[in-house]
């Protein structure tokens, strides 16, 4: 168990709709960072937040936007899903913002999408 | 611009002998490198990681990884094979003076075969 959360674990939804998926960070991580895995495209870097401020942004298209709380969880907002959103959407944190100090990134088990 | 490679999508094994997943970086600066593994319905695991130092860095369930600078390599290594350690094994690398985002490679299949 990593200590990341990931809420739901498996959604199915229609084309044009919107979801939203839910992450909680490890205790004490500040940093949270949303990934698409799909089979067409691997493991894709969406977009970081720390602390509550967007530090980086990936592949991350228009229709997806998310956000940190000042409790530190995150929310992705998926909308108006086309049936290609299909993935599984993973969750990860870390304790810092940058990269110098070597930090791990620890994913969640992630958020299972199926657009219908 | 930063990219791993693994180049084997599949890789078969005998139970107790032992295993190599490659995988090759390209990156414009230091890297950092890891290691995760993905059990079947399951998330990404952290494995290991080459920060700096000894250039052969031991991880969790007795894998290792050793960093090439010269060959740009780190390869996952285990020196005898478990049926258990059947799953997908991804490679990812971060710059020292980059984005604390991870680039991944495309994953390689482990099988290991009893």
């Known amino acids: 168990d990593s200590g990341v959360t990931q809420t739901p674990k498996h959604l199915i939804t229609a084309t044009g709709q919107r979801v939203t998926l839910r992450c909680s960070p490890r205790s004490g991580d500040l940093s949270v960072y949303w990934y698409q895995q799909s089979l067409d495209q691997g493991l894709q870097f969406l977009i970081q937040y720390y602390n509550g401020e967007e530090r980086a942004k990936g592949n ?3 229709r997806f936007s998310a956000q940190q709380f000042p409790d530190l969880h995150s929310e ?3 909308s108006s899903l086309e ?3 299909s993935a599984l959407y993973f969750c990860a944190s870390s304790v810092t913002r940058d990269p110098g100090s070597g930090n791990t990134i620890y994913f969640g088990e992630g958020s299972w999408l199926t657009v219908v | 611009a930063q990219s791993v490679a693994q180049p084997e999508d599949q890789v078969n094994v005998a139970e107790g002998n032992p295993l190599t997943v490659k995988c090759t970086y390209s990156v414009s600066g230091n890297p ?7 059990y079947p319905n399951r998330g990404l695991q952290f494995l290991l990681k080459y920060i700096t130092g000894d250039n052969l860095v031991k991880g969790s369930y007795g894998f290792e990884a050793e960093f ?14 478990l049926v258990s350690d059947s799953a997908l094994y991804f490679c990812a690398v971060r710059v020292i003076t980059g984005a604390n985002n991870l680039f991944f490679g495309t994953g390689t299949r482990l099988t290991v075969i009893p």
């Open chain 1, 60 to 62: 991350i298209l228009e």
């Open chain 1, 76 to 78: 992705l907002n998926l």
């Open chain 1, 83 to 85: 049936l290609g959103d």
């Open chain 2, 32 to 38: 950092y490198l890891f290691w995760y593994v993905q």
């Open chain 2, 68 to 81: 090439n600078k010269s060959q740009t390599s780190f390869h996952l290594k285990k020196p005898s094979a």
